[in-house]
């Protein structure tokens, strides 16, 4: 596993130090000075980095908590064993790794196929209740096929190299991609027939499908408790209170207080995802994932310094929070007439398209921000905590990655958490799927531990912090 640590000539830290701060423990006798008759490493223990460097570690060592992000490893030649899939309503996210290395080799997102039968999880169980079953999951099957095979050409290799395969998904997406029945995620109590489908061969490939804890709260949820080691096993800050918030079109939660597991979903919708907003996109190069606004024209800041092609959920956050400093909104939410009535122009696609930022798109932002806040405030409210007490707040998915955490707190996205106790996590998912498949041994054993459902949907206290947070006086 390669990994990039930043130093400048200013730094007096040992390499091993560096490590630790990122979550990594490397056992060494000497404590860095390069006396080791332990372990050996393929760099010098005793190096002080005065410049970014990049080192190998060994698949033995993981990271503790923070450690690393998908999005920041860099993919290293050689043959992939293992393919990761993160199955989300909006968007599909894949990677080919060797699990003896722990490398990288391969990613890939696309736009998940279903969306023809609609952008949410209910309007997908519905379809599927409707005689659409079979097509909804022939149509998702073949995605992911034709980019697992895809994902093997980049690699040079052959599509039947992989051996292992890791799926996280939410229940809904899971249930259709396994064929099974949706009738029990369409009516209370919501009760999924399956919980925890037994690994599988698919042609020559063994398939690990990660079980849920509920309907609404999915396996890409239990991929982010390994992600940041908050399974009860785990020892390492196990009686911290910790949250793990997956950003994306459910808004799953997970909370984590006294030893105790609440867990619940928001009806976020898919704008933290770029979709449904004029011109949205999902986070890929070129999407726009920051805006300062100036008299002159909007100064954006785009994924991978690519020409934008459309706003991103990390984009349209910032964007709001600068019309929120501008007064263009209200601290009740309102719009101001310095909002233009067109809406802004962000500037133009490589198509020479208008991107335009309307006061529906405004909109979905601030339902969106109302529902993941009013759901952390109500997780909080059963056990018996306020937001305020949260040590330690994950998020994941791409969204949360490319967040800027000012523009978050002055909207209040995550209620009344400071800001220092909140650290970007990128794909969870895929991140949680990674450390299973460098353990396979353990993979067997995988499970869910019992937890405390939290049905927002009839919780009065949820209600009244959803109205809450659409305004910003507080």
Known sequence: MQISIQADHTNTKTILTL??????????????????DGRTYPFDCSLVPVEP???????????????????????????????????????????LMDSTSGELRQTCVFANPQKQFGSDVISRIHASLCSEKDTLTSTIRKA???????????????PDEPAYCYIGGNTAMIHILMGYDCTPLSRSPFTPLETAPPPFLYKSCRVWILPWFSAFVGGDVTAGMYACHMEPAASYRNSDTVLLIDLGTNGEMLLRHNGQFYSAATAAGPAFEGNGLSCGCPGIPGAISKVRLTPLRPRLTTIADRLPVGICGSGAVSLCAELLHRGCITPDGVLTDRFPSQGILLGHSPAQEPLYFTAEDLRQIQLSIAAIAAGIDTLACE?????????????????????????????GLFSSIPISHIEPMGNTCLRGLFRCACCRDDSTRLTVPAAQTVDLAENPFFRQQFISHMTYSG
């Open 383 to 411: 056990a018996g905590i306020s937001p305020s007490d949260i040590t330690n707040a994950y998020l994941g998915g791409g969204f949360g990655f490319y967040l800027d955490l000012e523009s978050c707190q002055t909207l």
């Open 144 to 158: 992911i096929a034709e980019h697992a095979a895809l994902l093997c050409k980049k690699n040079r290799q052959e």
């Open 19 to 36: 490590l630790e701060e990122m979550g990594y423990s490397l056992p060494c006798n000497c404590h860095g000075s390069h006396l080791c």
């Open 53 to 95: 460097v990049t080192i190998t570690l060994p698949p033995s060592v993981s990271g503790v908590i923070t450690g690393i992000s998908l999005e920041d490893m860099v993919p290293v030649n050689g043959t992939g064993d293992t393919i990761l899939i993160d199955l989300g309503t909006t968007t599909v996210a894949m990677a």
